[in-house]
């Protein structure tokens, strides 16, 4: 009986492993991304290990691919509160693994973007950092956005990256590895640092 059960293991194992079965699970998850997301580009595809909420508010461009752990939030709603959220990744961008991008306003990615590990991007925070909002745990308090965030094209991302609310970063930017990104910086910058500061203009 044993040698039986092993060999159905090892004939599973390879069957799962196998490219066409790989091949055939990720043609399943796209056509389940061209119908739920507001736009699915060409070539594009999401990773079998992810969580998505609410793709209809996102949009992706051609050519995006992630590596597993990828996590798309549009929060539509929150403790009674109503938003309209927006996420819209460009064309050529590529995300490594456990790559966190969180909106309740709108966060744009442009083209050609590289993404390392660990990434977290987000429009928003719970509360406000009132007196108010501090009466409250902190998983009671209303989400709020300062602005969107922008990350123009051509942008590197390092490794452990935060951006955070109401931050443009400028096309061709270089951002450090664990960068705390929580203000705007132009066009050919290279940043870094808890808060991020310029090290140079390229």
Same mark, same amino acid.
């Given at each position: 009986m044993n040698f $039986?059960?092993?060999? &159905? !293991?090892n004939f599973l194992f390879d069957v799962l492993?196998?490219?066409a079965y790989k091949i055939h699970q990720q043609n399943k998850l796209n056509e389940w991304a061209k119908k739920s997301f507001k736009k699915f580009g060409a070539?594009?595809?999401? +990773?079998? *290990?992810h969580w998505i909420k609410n793709p209809k508010y996102i949009s992706i461009g051609k050519n995006f691919s992630s590596l597993y752990h990828l996590r798309l939030e549009a929060? *539509?709603? $929150?403790?009674g509160e109503i938003f309209t959220p927006e996420i819209i990744i460009g064309d050529n961008v590529i995300c490594n693994s456990d790559v966190h991008i969180g909106a309740i306003n709108k966060i744009v990615i442009g083209n050609n973007v590289l993404m390392a590990s660990r990434i977290?991007?987000?429009d928003h925070s719970h509360g406000t950092? #009132?007196?108010e909002d501090l009466e409250k745990v902190p998983d009671m308090r209303p989400l709020y956005s300062k602005g969107p965030v922008i990350i123009e094209d051509n942008v590197?991302? @390092?490794?452990?990256?935060?951006?955070? +609310? @109401? !931050? #443009? &970063? @400028? =096309?061709?930017?270089i951002i450090g590895a664990n960068a705390v990104v929580n203000k705007s910086f132009p066009e050919n910058s !290279? &940043?870094? @640092? &808890? +808060?991020?500061?310029?090290? =140079? #203009?390229l």
């Open positions: $039986f059960k092993k060999h &159905i !293991v492993n196998s490219n070539n594009s595809a999401i +990773p079998e *290990d929060w *539509d709603r $929150f403790q977290y991007i987000s950092i #009132t007196a590197w991302i @390092g490794e452990g990256v935060c951006i955070l +609310p @109401g !931050v #443009t &970063i @400028g =096309k061709n930017s !290279v &940043i870094a @640092g &808890i +808060p991020a500061r310029l090290i =140079k #203009t």
